[in-house]
């Protein structure tokens, strides 16, 4: 059973635009939630995190939103460029105490058209 | 050289063949995993390894056998492998095993693995 998931497996959006990818969680006790971004034929690179403990975190053109009561966060690219285009990860954390290994979802396909 | 170097970049073997994946992590990192990606899943983690001990085996079949001769070198060994083993192999590193609050990992280039 999948404890973390991006329903939607690809996204294009136009250059300029926000594009918003979507990540979904079962497990109530994650507490730190990150975002990686991949390239074809590279490894995922990390991206952006945010801790439970905030509804919002923003580095330059890009913000995480969590919503714990939903079990929901978003990351959110304004405004998006052509170079953003790749394959975004959502991965969530355990709390101490448990196995702590990360888990992933299955990733979005983010296509920004110039 | 700096960050998770894996080699080679790309393997294509036959269903009989034995073939070594390599990681190598310049970060002073003392957990190193592998990671399987197929295409439109999400990563699956395989093995850990934590201070060159492993602590976790994720039911991976035998026929792929890690091994850490130290915190710095990662081989996953690969022996009469099936058609379905083919994809990404990634390699990463973090500072510790289990990861602590605010910590992330680190990834190599991985190997794409093609299984004739």
């Known amino acids: 059973d999948q404890q973390v998931k991006q329903n939607s497996p690809s996204l294009s959006v136009q250059e300029g635009r926000i594009s918003i990818l979507n990540c979904d969680y079962t497990?109530?006790?994650?507490?730190?939630f990150l975002w990686y971004k991949k390239y074809p034929a590279e490894g995922p690179t990390f991206l952006i995190s945010i801790s439970s403990i905030k509804d919002k975190n923003e580095d330059g053109r890009f913000t995480v939103f969590l919503n714990k009561s939903a079990k929901h966060l978003s990351l959110h690219i304004v405004p998006s460029q052509p170079g953003d285009s790749a394959v975004y990860f959502c991965?969530?954390?355990?709390?101490?105490?448990?196995?702590?290994?990360?888990?992933f979802g299955s990733g979005t396909q983010l296509t920004v058209l110039p | 050289e700096t960050g998770v170097t894996q080699t080679p970049r790309h393997l294509v073997m036959g269903m009989t063949n034995k073939k070594s994946l390599k990681c190598e992590q310049h970060l002073g990192h003392n957990a190193m995993y592998w990671y399987k990606q197929s295409a439109k899943k999400p990563l699956e983690l395989m093995f850990v390894?934590?201070?060159?001990?492993?602590?976790e085996n994720n039911s991976v079949p035998s026929r792929f056998s890690p091994e850490c001769p130290n915190s710095s070198h990662l081989f996953l060994h690969l022996h009469t492998l099936q058609p379905e083993d083919s994809a990404l192999y990634l390699c990463?590193?973090?500072?510790?095993?289990?990861?602590?609050?605010?910590?992330?990992?680190?990834f190599g280039s991985g190997t794409q693995l093609s299984v004739l």
């Open positions: 991965a969530a954390n355990p709390p101490v105490g448990s196995a702590r290994q990360l888990t």
């Open positions: 497990n109530s006790m994650f507490d730190y």
């Open positions: 990463a590193s973090s500072q510790e095993s289990p990861l602590a609050t605010n910590e992330k990992l680190f």
């Open positions: 390894y934590s201070l060159e001990e492993r602590v």
